[in-house]
């Protein structure tokens, strides 16, 4: 207990300012978001920015408290507050009711929270407590599987809530785990698959002329051949091999466009040849030289082109018309005005319109005569571009990149795995939310509704970030304590 | 434990987050600096122009009596993603219309999405009475809103050609002017066309805030940028209301025009279309239907006589012939011609009626001579001092056109026509040059064959005698309120004519009215001069006209009537233009002339009565 006394010199101060500049810059896009033109009041507790004031108020209790208890504690009882959450959310499932669409919210008398804030730092605490024991590493699958469990038990709870999106959040610990040694060809695959669909159902039906080919069909050719020769110099560094393949794929689209010159035939055809060749040709290298990595890459050049083929077959024959018009909607292909594509639509009227100054304080028309939808929650960062333009906009994700570098920095700073693993954890959470939210207002990210840290009104989602971010602190302020 | 490899992987994540970043402020950089039109998108969701009309300015007669004002109308708009279920029956009773009619109003309203959040036109122009039967009951119909408009009033039924009307523009007018917007009413004839851009003001505009359901949230900054509509200005007419009104009556059951006109100033004093309508029929709701019903009746009633119609001059022309003999010392006073029951030339013949024979100029104006015109015409076409006929006809021609004739007068109405007199290239093509003579064009000394004149053309002429050679354009605006009458108003336009010549030929028509062939005309105590005139009409019986100015000396008023098949000029046209002066100068009409004012009040003409 004597070193509490040294806490206010311990804790990252930095961070704590950062902390309370968004907070307050959120309140403030808050009360412009919920102004009413007709009836402007500055602290009705009933509107929406004078109840976040309270849930900021009580932050500061929660802050302190968490600043005082000792840091052990997490280490002692993290998974019982990881089974603790879960059952909370069990009980979400159980008992909650349906509120716009979905079951999130549990109800103790006049309290409602959303028990996947909980969540998310119980798995954060109780996935570090797992990976710090002694002589962890992740490799294998005896050590994977457990670590999977984790994550994909209080996901799975909250996709029973219907909450898709925040369910999503918890992929976030895959950035921690590349951290700790998952390898990052993992992670890029994962993001080949992303990529990839995409190309294929956004610009799969735009025909390239005379031809009649699939533009994005030759995108996701073009996509794979790059990622083959990528995989090659990063796997083999056999830079004579990659300048014959790659000579070779020149080669066969030069007689393609030659062959086009006297008469049309698909490109797709010269392609798909080329990259059969390539595949044997890799095949034989492996054998030639005894080298794994060739196969590998060959089989990884199979599995992309029957992963994009099945996409497209899996978009076009399997799914029904109003499912295909979700994901198009989702893609931006589609404009929905009465669903997603109206709040994007309107969202990036709302930004735009800002300009380079913005409209000034409490001016926003976009978001004061409620165009866009969820201007307070979701999509609160309308706010801020439509009021303050694009300096304004800057310095928020400027202010959030600094935040999260900081956060970063923090976390590779610890000197135990534990709060190693749950700083990288409460980095990956605040960048997946910082991202996906911004990314979606922008028009950018698909419609995944989930707030934007500090700024989106509602108690539940500022308390859980509030503790998230403390508890690191807390761990943060102690990391010198087994010095001495 | 340390892992320099895994280590690393912190740059990769900050990459990540950094390369994140830089995209996010690149699409920023998209949205609110290279893409103006966002903004223009925001404002055109949030801010909603309402139009403010003005009011249109008002008319007054001469003696500034009120003729025209306006009344409140009231439109009703409907959003039609605001309306929610409501009593239709209960609706339709308030404002006056069947269910299946509603229902139709409304399904023919554009449904996209775009038009379901802003009011559009569902009725236009409710009465102020239907008005206040539906405002007890708006609250029971959400989504139905109404919207201030002004509508015509007249305080007279009458002068409904001169005043013109008020209509909604068209596409063309939209065009043409980019102060219209669909629904904006301008003149559509009459003064309240020409005068239209003084008479509609400047609409203003009330910018109000409109929320995602098409909610209006109050004012735009308080109402700091809208912009006050400003008042169309008032139009003091020179016309005399009662004049005209008496006009009407006296043209009732007749086809035809009546032109009065101040010879001092120009200005018109009273202006008769007959058949005529009320122009109130003109307002409102009920336009449409009744315009189509004036469009279709085939006494034409819509058509605006005393600037449109075109007959013949007729006798009335010899006095502007009598002018230019004297101008070219053809002839004098003193000269006279015989007549033998009319001018016979070889095979031709004019014929003549029944009048002491060898006239003087008094007397041919007096007895309406047609042979001695014939004969003046022929002395001045075939005189050899202006070495050719043609050459003759061509100072003849630039004489009669300097009386006002074959040209626009110039007169602030929309629809003037032009008249025609021929000129010299005319007969040449007609009957090759050089091959025509005095004799083949001798119908244009008294008024008939080429020469075509209007009746306002007809009533300048008599301005311009009554003048003694110059006249003003006629103009039915003697004032606009803060503001100018056109400068050309205001410019004499003198007769090639000497004013010397005047007096013979006043005197002639003094004396038609005295003891000639307008003796009908006279009015006790005052001077009238006048002159009989009948427009051929191959169509039925011919044009009875009039032609007349009083008093002789400081003439206050000059006539012209016609009367569409009436036969001779005295026995209708005469009779009418001599009321309207007695009307105008004296007030009232002499008690011995009752009965005269009684028969013209109480004779249809018309040819659809005829019949019976
Ligand atoms: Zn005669």
Redesign the interface.
Known sequence: MLRNIKISQAVDWPTILMYIVLVIMGWISIYGASYDFEHPSVFDFDQNAGKQLLWIGSCVFICISLLMIDSRIYDVFAYFIYAAALVLLILTVLFAPEIKGSKSWLVLGPVRIQTVEIAKFATGLALAKFMSRYNFRLKGFKNYLPVLLLIITPMALVLFQKEAGSALVFLAFFLMLYREGMPGVLLYLAGCCVILFIIVIKFGSDLLQPTADSIGAILAVFFIIITQLGFLFVFTKNLKQIKYIGLGYVFVIVIALVVNLIIPVSYLYFLAVAMFLSVLYLSWLSIQLRAKPYVLIALFTIGAVAYAYSSDYLFTSVLQPHQQMRIEVLLGMQNDPTGAGYNVNQSKIAIGSGQFLGKGFLNGTQTKLKYVPEQDTDFIFCTVGEEYGFWGSVLVLGLYLAFLLRLLHMAERQRETFSRVYGYGVVSIFFFHFAINIGMVLGLAPVIGIPLPFFSYGGSSLWGFTILLFIFLRLDASRLEKMR | ?I?KH??N??S???GI??I??V???L???N???F?????E???S???LNKTQYPARGLMYDRNEKLLVYNKPAYDIMVVLNEVEPFDTVDFCKAVNLSVPFFKSLINKLPKD?GYSYIPQLLLSQLSVEEYAVLQEKLFKFPGFYIQNRTLREYTYPCAAHALGSVGEVSKTNIEADDYYRSGDYAGMNGVEKHYEKELRGKKGVEIL????RGRI??KYEEGEMDIDPISGKNLTLSLDIDLQMYGEQLMQGKVGSVVAIEPATGEILAMVSSPSFNPSDLVGRQRTKNFRALNNDPIKPLLDRPLMARYPPGSTFKVVNSLIFKEEEIITPATRFSCNNGFVAGRLRVGCHHHPNNLDLVGSIQHSCNAYYCHGLRAMLDNKKYGSTENAFTVWKDAVVSFGFGYKLGVDFPNENRGYIPNAEVYNKIYGKGSWRALTVISIAIGQGEVISTPIQTANLAAAIANRGYWYPPHIVKHIEGGKIDSMYYKKRHTVVDPKHFDSTIEGMRMAVVAGTARVAAIDSVEVCGKTGTAQNPHGKDHSIFMAFAPKDNPKIAIAVFVENAGFGATWAGPIASLMMEKYLKGSINPKRKYLEDRMLNTNLMPSAKKH
């Not at chain 2, 893409?35 to 903004?39: A, L, R």
């Open positions: 434990m892992d895994l280590q992987r912190k990769v994540l900050a987050m950094m994140i970043v995209i996010y402020v699409q920023l950089i949205l609110q600096i893409n103006p039109t966002y903004k998108h925001a404002d969701n949030a801010f999405k805030l409109r929320d995602y949230k109050g």
